[in-house]
């Protein structure tokens, strides 16, 4: 079992930055990836940035140069650090672990972007 809860959301205007963690504990030692997904009203969950467990990273495209995920392996958290937030952004944003046979997800946490 492996145990995600995220921090770090909130409202910020257009330009702003926010940096979002996710706390992970229990059976971390199998985790192969760590993402950060997003779900906006009315849209399906996408993908936004992972990291392997050997430190390669993948953005999708509307995030690339603004959006960084990194992961501090002492205070087992990965952080999304987000600069130039638009309003486009504005979701619930979501913390999933890959382990061999599934996944775990965390509750998530709204980011709101306000123009």
């Known amino acids: 079992q492996v145990q995600l809860v995220e921090s770090g959301g909130g409202l910020v205007q257009a330009g702003e930055s926010l940096r979002l963690a996710c706390a992970v504990s229990?059976?971390?030692?199998?985790?192969?990836?760590m993402a950060w997904y997003r779900q906006a009203p009315g849209k399906q969950r996408e993908s936004v940035a992972a990291?392997?467990?050997?430190?390669?990273?993948n953005y999708v495209n509307s995030v690339k140069g603004r959006f960084t995920i990194s992961r501090d392996g002492a205070k087992n958290t990965v952080y999304l650090q987000m600069n130039s937030l638009k309003p486009e952004d504005t979701a619930v944003y979501y913390c999933?672990?890959?382990?061999?046979?599934?996944?775990?997800w965390g509750q998530g946490t709204q980011v709101t972007v306000s123009s």
């Open positions: 999933a672990a890959t382990v061999p046979g599934g996944m775990y």
């Open positions: 229990g059976s971390i030692f199998g985790i192969n990836t």
């Open positions: 990291i392997t467990s050997g430190g390669t990273t």
